[in-house]
């Protein structure tokens, strides 16, 4: 079965770092785009990033453009959000997903606070 492990999160300042990652298993992860999506305190979940399954192409967010970045490792299947110069709108829960032909997968998420 699809499992999708995200670690990383956690308390940062403002305008500090955070590298997440999304390790996944259950299914042929180098075949298929990988996401990153949020959902902050009273907002809906939304998509922040997308990579293309070799890891070629990338996609994001308005609001995190030149400062969030995406990358995969079809080898290890994991995928990571580099996130930089972060601010307070970023404070949300970080889900990673994947949309296989019978379903969508979400991982468990994991909290990013951004706060001073």
């Known amino acids: 079965q699809v499992q999708l492990v995200e670690s990383g999160g956690g308390l940062v300042q403002p305008g500090g770092s955070l590298r997440l990652s999304c390790t996944a298993s259950?299914?042929?992860?180098?075949?298929?785009?990988m996401y990153w999506y949020r959902q902050g305190p009273g907002k809906e979940r939304e998509v922040v990033a997308v990579?293309?399954?070799?890891?070629?192409?990338?996609n994001y967010a308005d609001s995190v453009k030149g400062r969030f970045t995406i990358s995969r490792d079809n080898v290890r299947n994991r995928v990571s959000l580099q996130m930089n110069s972060l601010k307070p709108a970023d404070t949300a829960r970080y889900y990673c997903?994947?949309?296989?032909?019978?379903?969508?997968?979400w991982g468990q998420g994991t909290q990013v606070t951004v706060s001073s």
């Open positions: 259950g299914f042929n992860f180098g075949a298929y785009l």
């Open positions: 997903s994947v949309n296989t032909i019978d379903a969508i997968h």
């Open positions: 990579v293309s399954s070799a890891g070629s192409s990338t």
